[in-house]
């Protein structure tokens, strides 16, 4: 009994110490600071994050009407709360492909509401400074703002090309993904 005692005492001292170790760790990084608060969604093969400060709401996609003589990208307009909002295809903005998308986010934009068509919602997610890639690069008619390490492209809705009133299709061959 005695040589079980000690081993539960040894487990124990030892179990101390290291929360001991991570608690150090933790406090000498100092608090981490979040870059961005996002919802997920994926478009193509992207995982997108669209700012929440922008993010009205995410609805089931809803009835479309085309309108001739639209980019591709812009697919068309539909009512959402009774007002009249410009879909967008992201993945096709992003060069990224994809599926019959299935929710659309709406978002704030400069020149009122905008729909992004997304094909799937992932949740919502805290991003931190520390997760955000150093090698994004800067480009103009990129409409993200920033990557993270694990390749999700936060979204700035003012670089859409509908958000600021461009009326032709976005630069061939912009990605979402660093070059």
Excluded: C
Excluded at 31 to 57: F, M, S
Excluded at 75 to 87: M, P, Q
């Amino acid at each position: 009994m005695k040589a079980r005692h000690e081993n539960d005492a040894s487990r124990e001292e030892i179990l101390k110490r290291r929360a001991e170790r991570l608690a150090a760790t933790a406090s000498d990084d100092g608090p981490r600071r979040i870059a961005a608060r996002v919802a997920l969604v994926g478009a193509g093969a992207q995982r997108l994050g669209i700012p929440v400060e922008v993010l009205r709401e995410i609805v089931p996609m809803p009835e479309i009407t085309t309108l001739p003589g639209l980019p591709r990208w812009l697919v068309g307009i539909t009512h959402v709360r009774g007002e009249i909002v410009g879909v967008v295809d992201l993945a096709s903005i992003l060069g990224a492909g994809g599926e019959r998308a299935s929710a659309m986010a709406v978002v704030e934009g400069a020149r009122g509401p905008l729909g992004l068509s997304v094909e799937s919602v992932l949740g919502f997610r805290d991003i931190y400074e520390d997760e955000l890639s150093s090698q994004m690069k800067s480009d103009s008619h990129r409409p993200v703002q920033a990557m993270t390490k694990d390749l999700v492209a936060i979204i700035d809705v003012e670089r859409l090309p509908v958000a600021h009133g461009e009326g032709e299709s976005p630069r061939a061959g912009t990605r979402a993904i660093t070059d």
